[in-house]
């Protein structure tokens, strides 16, 4: 006779189903745990009983057939199960959580909470027994304060252990020096995470800036860019710490090798994108002569040193709005003059609203040094044009009125450098690569100079200019890795190349200058290519002398070798074309329903990397290069709030735990809050075709994830 509990069936006697019909029903209203102190369940040896079943039934005995039988009743549904003593409850649990129809009647009425669900696949401190690990709860406190960028006295705060202990008694108060210890072990973690991720990882591309605290400390950010074995740009900042003045290459270049080599990746630095300065150029020069010492030069160095695009675009500018310095230094200076009073500002505003202007926009001051917003300086000065000339008749002591020559002068270089503005604002994007916008946005950039240098208008032939010659000191020749990353986006291949050397070349040189970039790109593709082949006749040789007994071919075996043998030379004989001849002959890649700008240069070479096993690493290698060092900047917006004059007094590498510990988990849970989405809308999908097709959900799921990438994409734009 089996031991484990079974559910009455419908052959259950008379006796039985008149019991459970007439039997009391509890008031749907009344809780099923009513919070009453009852005598524990025990067993007839005295032990207590741990499972929460009982607190749902009750044991009885039933006369069947003249005998008295043990069974369970249900306290209210009163449905009986036959129960053997010591025997499993798993039929009785699946009655509480799905079967009784009463329960979930009674738990329908008394949830009166919203059931908040943990978003980004957070762990809770409470496992799934319901038990509490304070273990668990210090950890999340301290991922907590790491992320969110709180002190540690944060946890010794009366009203935050209040708070904790009303949801938990349980809750045992922590000390800011136990957390911070807490906080070791959490970073100590997650770096060692990082670390697998790079040791699966063929490629890692460097930025690096330095930046001084309010201590007047220097620090050098360090932040490594890689694509991940799901084709997903990634960034970490895997270092911050304080330099020795002075910064000069050397000191520099002694801080990053130290880093790398803290985290194993020596070799496999592909790039690093530094400023323009003489001491970063110093710094290059150093590593790259390192790197090429030990054989791990990548890239035939082509790629090594990048200079950081943002940074010469704002030297650009900067050069062209020195042509309006005195129109600008009367905008900054009205606008100061302004902000100052609220009184002056509010009569400003009041004359806004009289000439029927919008006071939405608001007044802004520039930062000399960053040309953007400079421009959003004269956009919001602009938009109170008229305002000015009325407040200026008003106030005798405004003295910083402008004249209509210069109001028309700046409304000429606000509209000149919204193509700058455009090409900066992609240029500084961490999320998606930018090595392959970058030959487009340059051309655009260049176009833009020439045509005003030949333009009627003095002013902006004036300002194009200078522009000009400090646009070709940098970009008079363009690299060879933004060529070569433009050739590699299947949007463009080579026409983005021969159209926008046209433009940047003289006619003469066009054609040599794209047989150059041609050839470089297919000697990369050939020294991948033969580590591609090495890597494989690796793998089929351990393969091969795994089997080490020795077997007599049969006639059979001797037959097929020969004639694979066959096969094979009859292969040779006909030349093969290479993936990258294969990529370069297909036409550009174009969709006419994708929206501008939505287009994932990394997700197609994911679709495509069986078709192009070689070229597709190679590019794979190419895209993670940043063209600007905006990552490491932000990491200097994290030390400002850190290090505030509250918290001065920090060590230099609680700084850089914190910085680092809390971008890593802000990465993370970005990482998972997009699979989430993604797989949200992969289920809203289904639900969809399921609907309109009226189809078994498994032959959805099947017809959805067998079909190619394209129909995917279709899919997704017409039920979204």
Not at 423 to 431: E, K, P, V
Request: hydrophobic share 35%; proline share 3%; with cysteine.
């Amino acid at each position: 006779m089996s031991s484990q509990p079974i559910e009455v069936d419908g052959n259950s006697s008379d006796e039985d189903r008149d019991e459970s019909q007439s039997g009391e029903i509890e008031e749907a209203g009344d809780a099923v745990d009513t919070g009453a102190i009852e005598e524990p369940n025990e067993t007839k040896y005295g032990r207590k009983r741990k499972s929460r079943v009982w607190d749902y039934f009750d044991e009885v005995e039933v006369n069947e057939k003249g005998k008295m039988v043990p069974k369970v009743q249900c306290k209210h549904c009163k449905k009986k199960y036959k129960h053997v003593s010591g025997g499993p409850t798993t039929t009785l649990k699946r009655h509480i959580e799905s079967k009784c129809p009463k329960i979930r009647q009674i738990q329908g009425k008394t949830q009166g909470l919203i059931n908040f669900e943990p978003q980004d696949n957070v762990s809770l401190p409470v496992g799934l027994c319901g038990v509490y690990d304070p273990m668990k709860n210090r950890e999340i406190m301290a991922r907590m304060i790491i992320a969110h960028e709180l002190p540690f006295a944060f946890v010794e705060y009366t009203w935050f252990n209040h708070l904790m202990k009303y949801n938990n008694p349980s809750f045992q108060p922590v000390s800011r020096f136990t957390i911070r210890n807490e906080c070791l072990k959490v970073f100590e973690s997650d770096k060692d995470e990082i670390k697998k991720l790079f040791r699966s990882t063929s490629r890692i591309s460097l930025t690096s800036d330095c930046w001084t605290s309010n201590t007047t400390v220097g620090y050098m950010s360090l932040t490594a860019h890689y694509v991940d074995h799901e084709w997903k740009l990634q960034k970490r900042i895997i270092s911050f710490i304080d330099i020795a003045p002075p910064h000069s290459g050397q000191v520099l270049a002694d801080g990053i090798l130290e880093c790398i080599m803290k985290w194993s990746i020596q070799d496999k630095i592909g790039s690093i994108t530094l400023d323009n300065a003489s001491n970063n150029d110093r710094a290059a020069a150093i590593l790259m002569s390192n790197f090429q010492e030990r054989g791990k030069l990548h890239f035939d160095g082509l790629f090594f040193h990048v200079r950081c695009c943002a940074h010469i675009l704002n030297l650009v500018v900067q050069d062209g709005l020195s042509v309006i310095k005195d129109c600008l230094i009367k905008i900054r200076e009205g606008v100061k003059y302004l902000r100052k009073s609220p009184g002056k500002l509010f009569q400003f505003g009041e004359i806004a609203i009289g000439l029927g202007i919008p006071t939405k926009k608001s007044l802004c001051c520039d930062v000399k040094t960053r040309w953007n917003s400079t421009h959003q300086m004269i956009v919001s000065a602009l938009h109170y044009k008229s305002t000015f000339h009325h407040y200026a008749d008003r106030d005798p002591n405004f003295e910083w009125k402008l004249t209509d020559k210069e109001w028309a002068s700046a409304s000429a270089v606000c509209k000149f450098l919204e193509v700058f503005l455009d090409a900066t604002n992609i240029f500084s994007g961490t999320s998606y690569p930018t090595s392959n916008l970058f030959l487009v946005e340059i051309f655009n950039v260049k176009k833009v100079i020439c045509d005003a240098y030949e333009s009627s208008d003095q002013f902006l032939r004036t300002m194009s200019e200078t522009m000009f010659q400090k646009f070709e000191k940098y970009w008079g020749e363009v690299g060879v890795l933004m060529a070569i990353a433009s050739i590699l986006d299947p949007r463009y291949k080579l026409v983005s190349v021969e159209y926008a050397f046209k433009e940047l070349y003289p006619a003469y040189e066009v054609e040599e200058q794209i047989k150059e970039v041609t050839n470089k790109l297919k000697k990369l593709h050939l020294k991948y290519a033969k580590e591609w082949v090495t890597s494989k006749t690796a793998a089929s040789t351990s393969r091969t002398s795994a089997v080490n007994v020795p077997v007599e071919p049969s006639e059979r075996s001797r037959n097929q070798e020969n004639f694979k043998a066959f096969l094979k030379s009859r292969v040779g004989e006909k030349s093969t074309k290479s993936d990258l001849e294969i990529y370069l002959e297909e036409p550009i890649f174009y969709e006419e329903e994708q929206a501008e700008g939505t287009f994932d240069v990394l997700l197609w070479w994911s679709q495509n990397c069986s078709k192009f096993p070689i070229l597709s690493k190679l590019a794979r290698d190419i895209l993670c290069i940043p063209i600007t060092t905006v990552a490491s900047e932000s990491a200097f917006s994290a030390g400002g709030r850190i290090l505030d004059d509250y918290r001065s007094s920090l060590t230099k590498d609680m700084v850089e735990l914190l910085v680092c510990g809390g971008d890593w988990m802000r990465a993370e849970i970005t990482t998972k809050s997009k699979k989430s989405t993604i797989l949200t809308l992969q289920v809203r999908q289904l639900s969809y075709l399921s609907v309109i097709f009226n189809m078994n959900i498994n032959m959805i799921i099947f017809f959805f994830f067998s079909k190619q990438q394209k129909w995917k994409k279709i899919w997704t734009l017409k039920f979204q």
